[in-house]
């Protein structure tokens, strides 16, 4: 995937999310890619190349084409409802700065600030009552016509039914977890204001 640089890659996911018009996704780990900072993609993008390769030649080329992946939010037609567990909040990328403007960004969201995007947090503490216990690979359904994981080693897009609908259970069980709106912001806040950020 990345054997020509960072940028056709952000590329090739910004027309992928063009063509899906509703989108649930859930994050055991990493910040939405639609919500990253400027500053927090570079910190990540850093990192991808730092361990997989290649030189990061073409990092501000693949910034750049990360931060055009967002126009999407604006484009009508399109829905996006995430998930992440808590433990987003306290794994930051880069510096503690960057984190305290990151952390915003997310607590605006989770207060509206794009009506396309729906951002749900679950809790730290919550008991995974009624849910599927081994939520901790990062994956995106599309439509309900596949599903995107991102492994360590690959990235595999099962479109198999059966598949996709055990991956639409499981973002189902996360969604009841998951708070919303303002009780959302105000777990955000409260991780930025105890880290030192916000």
Not at 29 to 38: D, K, R, Y
Request: some cysteine.
């Amino acid at each position: 995937m990345l054997a020509d640089g960072l940028a056709p890659v952000q590329r090739a996911v910004r027309d992928a999310e063009f063509a899906t018009v509703h989108s649930r996704s859930f994050s055991p780990l990493i910040v939405p890619g639609l919500l990253q900072t400027e500053r927090y993609i570079r910190a990540v993008l850093q990192q991808v190349s730092q361990v997989y390769g290649p030189e990061d030649d073409d990092l501000d080329e693949a910034v750049a084409a990360r931060l055009n992946r967002q126009d999407v939010l604006a484009a009508p037609g399109h829905s996006w409802h995430h998930v992440l567990l808590e433990q987003v909040l306290w794994s930051p990328h880069g510096s503690l700065d960057l984190w305290g403007e990151q952390l915003t960004r997310l607590a605006e969201v989770a207060r509206g600030a794009v009506p396309s995007y729906r951002l749900g947090v679950i809790k730290r503490g919550t008991v995974w009552a009624g849910a599927i216990p081994n939520m901790s690979v990062q994956f995106t359904i599309s439509d309900d016509r596949e599903v995107g994981l991102e492994l360590p080693h690959t990235f595999l897009v099962p479109t198999d039914p059966d598949e996709i609908a055990s991956y639409v259970c499981a973002f189902d069980c996360a969604d009841r977890l998951a708070v919303y709106g303002e009780e959302a912001a105000a777990v955000i806040e409260a991780a930025a204001e105890q880290m030192g950020v916000g």
